[in-house]
């Protein structure tokens, strides 16, 4: 693949298109997870193995069973079980590897499933990297790097979001402002720094 496709679907999925402050998908798990850095960081490796996977697998399936048998019409549902799926593998890894952090995560975790984040890049790569039901070339390796790129964004947009939040912690705020008004505030501020990129032209 051409380096600078590589470098444009990077600076594109972390940057201008990022899912969370440019597109505004997967805010529940954002606003949710993101009061302290160690969760938030978990969560976005948890979000970016599971966007990566499912970008694979969606357009390995898109390609060769939703295309040939003409049942495109099935794409939404076919994504989500695999999206699913994978979710389930994070969440038996997680609690079995560390019951605390499994806590911390609360309803969060199993909620990737449904966060239209995940899915949405799935369905980003059946619709760009198709042309008239053919895959272009290079498909494949676009896909996953635009799932990895797009949980990266992901990833990015949560460690600034926790580290903003802690350090508002150690501050006297009023109470009409603590906790969530306070992350739609910060969230807001931060998505109008991140329209700033959708300048750059490829």
Same mark, same amino acid.
Do not use: H
């Given at each position: 693949?051409?380096? @600078? ?17 440019? &597109? ?20 976005? $490796?948890?979000?970016? $193995? ?12 898109? %390609?060769?069973?939703?295309?040939? $048998?003409?049942?495109?019409?099935? %794409?939404? !549902? @076919? ?32 909620? !990737? ?26 498909? *494949? ?33 009023? &109470?009409?402002? &603590?906790?969530?008004?306070?992350? *739609? ?5 931060? @998505? ?11």
């Amino acid at each position: 693949m051409d380096v @600078s496709k590589f470098i444009t679907i990077m600076i594109s999925m972390v940057f201008i298109n990022n899912f969370i402050l440019s &597109k505004f998908l997967g805010l529940c798990s954002f606003i949710g997870v993101s009061k302290e850095s160690k969760p938030a960081l978990s969560m976005g $490796f948890a979000v970016t $193995f599971v966007t990566t996977m499912s970008s694979m697998i969606t357009w390995l399936i898109y %390609r060769y069973l939703l295309i040939p $048998f003409n049942i495109t019409y099935l %794409r939404t !549902i @076919s994504f989500i079980l695999v999206i699913a799926s994978f979710v389930q593998l994070v969440e038996m890894v997680v609690r079995k590897s560390s019951p605390a952090l499994y806590r911390a995560f609360g309803i969060y975790l199993p909620l !990737i499933t449904v966060n239209c984040a995940v899915l949405g890049v799935a369905v980003l790569n059946s619709e760009e990297f198709f042309i008239n039901g053919q895959a272009v070339k290079g498909g *494949f390796l676009m896909s996953a790097l635009q799932g990895f790129f797009a949980g990266i964004g992901y990833l990015l947009a949560m460690l600034l979001m926790s580290g903003i939040r802690e350090r508002l912690e150690l501050i006297d705020l009023p &109470k009409s402002l &603590k906790d969530v008004p306070l992350a *739609f505030i910060i969230a807001s501020l931060m @998505s109008l720094a991140f329209m700033g990129f959708s300048g750059f032209k490829f």
